[in-house]
């Protein structure tokens, strides 16, 4: 028979203390401390791994790196948990502060919330860009130190300095180069889409023109060929972008001061075109996409990037909005379960008045049909939801009605004026993206 453990792990630099709680009432903790290092812990953990267990941690810049590998290694539930989030729940804990007590308030989150808790997955890769862009961090720093020391000093020797620096920005070349951007799964197909909107812009006939992407795509070290290769993935993202674009300016210039929520922003610039210099805009998505968020784009003043789960309501505290607010959930529907995302509107309807959100939806009849896009598949990434309108999806938008039900339809007549003539079909509209728009009650 299984042992069901609920386990919180406070991580510091040097150790990890860990609380065990089982479900039987009255049950004294377990407590055990162990040497942040992942040989150890997965050594500890490999006991467990027959077990119902699911341990919770704060999400740290690196500390908890170690724990999280070995965890993923032996297949155990884990989540990384938003640390504000928890702290608000650790505050109100009877209990003198210190990581053991810590360990205990996390061990007592996962056996509480356990059922609305989102696992998290390690991604080496990831964790390796980390790495690197650290030290290429460091030694930038280093270099521009010795250049301003160099400058300053009269009789320094200019040739050992200067073998120094340009060791140095050797050394930063080389790392840089091993840098790519690689994410798992459907946090993937952000670049596939970021590319798409850059490679229309250099085009002749292009309807917008996304400056941003054009100036960044450069900078990122990643094989394009799928997305290149890709020309139906890459015309539905051009298509759904001049919709996007139409429908987000129209609710800008009606509310000019209001506040956009762009959930799965992934590399999206719709800020850049958007903005009428009064507008409050928010970045949301899952931590890893925002960290590489962070890495290709400086943002900062009206602009803002959370890194969270769109489920996970804690991201609702973070946002600061009076007046009307526009949710955009572009890309990300079809990648989630139905469950999911009635969890994503849920959190929309009970935190925010004046709510207007425009949701893409995919047609239910390409659901079945995922290896349409094969640079879309290539990722790993799997279309499990659709919606032709707003009737599909009422029991999962309750307290939101219907403002209409819109498609790309004359997005891809822009980019192909041709199929202005068979627009008129009702087949032509079935078959294509839907932009379902709605409102709370």
């Known amino acids: 028979m299984k042992k069901v453990f609920f386990v919180g792990a406070d991580v510091s630099k040097e150790k990890i203390d860990f609380c065990f709680l089982t479900p039987v009432e009255n049950a004294k903790p377990k407590f055990v401390s162990l040497p942040n290092e992942i040989n150890t812990l997965k050594a500890y953990f490999q006991s ?5 267990i699911y341990v919770v941690f704060e999400f740290t810049n690196n500390y908890h790196v170690p724990l999280q590998s070995a965890l993923s290694d032996l297949q155990i539930k884990h989540s990384s948990l938003n640390p504000a989030k ?27 919330f356990k059922a609305e808790l989102n696992p998290s997955v390690y991604n080496h890769e990831y964790a390796l860009i980390k790495s690197y862009n650290s030290t290429i961090l460091l030694l930038s720093k280093i270099q521009t130190q010795l250049k301003n020391f160099k400058k300053s000093q009269d009789f320094v020797a200019d040739a050992d300095l200067s073998e120094i620096i340009k060791s140095l920005t050797v050394q930063v070349q080389k790392m840089q180069e091993k840098i790519k951007p690689i994410l798992n799964g459907a946090a993937e197909t952000m670049l596939q889409s970021f590319y798409a909107r850059a490679q229309y812009s250099k085009s002749k006939r292009h309807k917008f023109y996304d400056a941003k992407a054009v100036e960044l795509v450069e900078k990122i070290d990643y094989d394009f060929t799928a997305a290149t290769n890709d020309s139906l993935m890459s015309y539905g993202v051009i298509a759904r972008t001049l919709v996007f674009d139409e429908l987000v300016k129209e609710f800008i210039d009606e509310n000019p001061t209001c506040t956009v929520v762009n959930i799965a922003c992934g590399l999206d610039t719709r800020f850049y075109r958007m903005d009428n210099g009064k507008v409050t805009w928010y970045n949301l998505d899952l931590p890893e996409t925002v960290e590489v968020r962070n890495q290709i784009f400086a943002e900062s003043g009206r602009v803002s990037n959370i890194g969270i789960s769109a489920t996970d309501s804690a991201w609702a505290k973070e946002i600061k909005a009076d007046g009307n607010i526009l949710f955009i959930i572009e890309g990300l529907s079809m990648y989630l379960t139905r469950e999911d995302n009635a ?39 799997k279309f499990i939801f659709g919606a032709d309108s707003f009737d599909d999806i009422k029991d999962i938008a309750r307290g939101f009605r219907s403002v209409k039900d819109d498609d790309i339809t004359r997005g891809m007549s822009a980019i192909f004026p041709v199929l202005k003539l068979i627009n008129w079909l009702p087949i032509a509209h079935k078959l294509s993206q839907k932009i379902l728009i709605f409102e709370k009650v």
Do not use: P
Not at 48 to 52: H, R
Not at 91 to 101: A, C, E, G, I, R
Not at 353 to 369: G, H, I
């Open 48 to 52: 467990f791994i027959k077990d119902d």
């Open 86 to 112: 928890i702290s608000h729940f650790l505050k109100h804990l009877t209990f003198q502060k210190s990581d053991v007590t810590d360990a205990y308030g996390l061990a007592l989150y996962c056996k509480l």
């Open 343 to 381: 969890q994503m509107l849920r959190i929309i309807r009970e935190n925010f008045d004046n709510a207007y959100v425009l949701m893409e939806c995919l047609s239910k009849r390409w659901v079945a049909k995922e290896n349409v896009e094969k640079s879309i598949q290539k990722t790993g990434a």
